[in-house]
């Protein structure tokens, strides 16, 4: 029997749960506001914040961390790597800390705190499907600039996750029989095209549509000069287009609930604001669609902000004809990590060695 730890850090809250083997024993998401993250540079530098939440939620909940077997956590912006399991070490915590990784995710902190907690109980610490899964196809890479190839980076564990349950409980088929285009929608979002169990194609959230906090598919010139104009350093710009941008740089927050509020209040502006947020992710939808010639076995809506009613029908009313959709709201990330924990305990699934080329 495994007790297993996953933690997984997110834009404002800290996602945690104690699974013991395949049974969730208890869950909780604690928020965090503004004001609390605002002395925040970069996302490791939570380490020590996010590791006493932790530790302050197994404590209220009972757990002593020497019941543990493990921990897992969702992975952040290592260099594009292949699905499964990584376990964490000196080299992957080197990377994510160190200065000449700007590539800024709020799951860089994830193995870091997961270490922190698991090293000195001498148990494993491992990521799971992190967010630079990389699985294009070579056509798919290819962009209009040889020195910019296209990335593969978002949320490949929810998505892949959504896909194998929607595979088994809808279709009755394997996964890899199957073709879906998965949209997460979070605080960050990103489009998904599996086709033969492999994630083809996607669209990450700087481009595609906007997000409640990045700033989505930008034309190139007028970026360009926003970054030469003085205005901001490099770091600056690259907190603006991912945490600065999208509903919270046009209407001050990312939180869809308050925006509905004000939509419902009457705020015209945010309701076009809301409609620009839905519309561009169709898009995004409807270009993976092409890939595959509109042979879509299902269109699934996930994510946190897949619980707003008003967003998702938007999106239906602009993708329905493509494929059903699913609506499968939430994230089923945590689930996800145990699961993959688990078969790497029992030794079905070898975990990956990171290793960082320096």
Known sequence: MHRILVVN???????????????????????????????????????????????????????????????????????PCETGAYGINEDMLAYVGSEHNLREHISNVGCAVAYAIAAPLHIPAYIYDPVVVD???????????????????????????????????????PFAECTFIVQHLGGGTSVWLYYNG?????????????????????????????????????KEMLKKVRGNAGLRAHLGTADV????????????????????????????IGDLATVVCGRVDRIILTGGVARSKRLTDEIVRRVGWIAPVELMPGEFELEALAAGALRVLKGEEAPHAFVWNR
């Open 9 to 79: 850090p997110g834009t404002t809250s800290t996602k945690i749960a104690v699974f013991e083997d395949q049974t969730e024993l208890y869950r909780e998401a604690i928020e965090h506001t503004d004001d609390e993250l605002k002395s925040y540079f970069r996302a490791i530098d939570q380490l020590s914040f996010r590791k006493e939440c932790v530790l302050a939620s197994l404590g209220r909940h009972g757990f002593g961390l020497d019941s543990l077997t493990c921990v897992v956590s969702r992975g952040g912006m290592l260099p």
């Open 257 to 284: 609930r308050q925006v509905e509020r004000m939509i419902d209040a009457g705020d015209e502006r945010a309701a076009l604001i809301f409609e620009a947020m839905a519309y561009g992710a169709a898009k995004g």
């Open 198 to 234: 492999r994630a083809v194609d996607m669209y990450s959230d700087d481009d595609a549509g906007f997000a409640p906090e990045r700033c989505g598919k930008l034309q190139a010139e007028p970026l360009i000069e926003l970054c030469y104009s003085g205005k901001y350093t490099y």
């Open 135 to 173: 699985e294009l196809a070579p056509v798919a890479r290819v962009t209009g600039l040889p020195e910019i190839g296209k990335q593969s980076r978002g949320h490949a564990l929810n998505t892949r996750a959504m896909a194998h349950k929607c595979a088994k409980e809808t279709l009755n088929k």
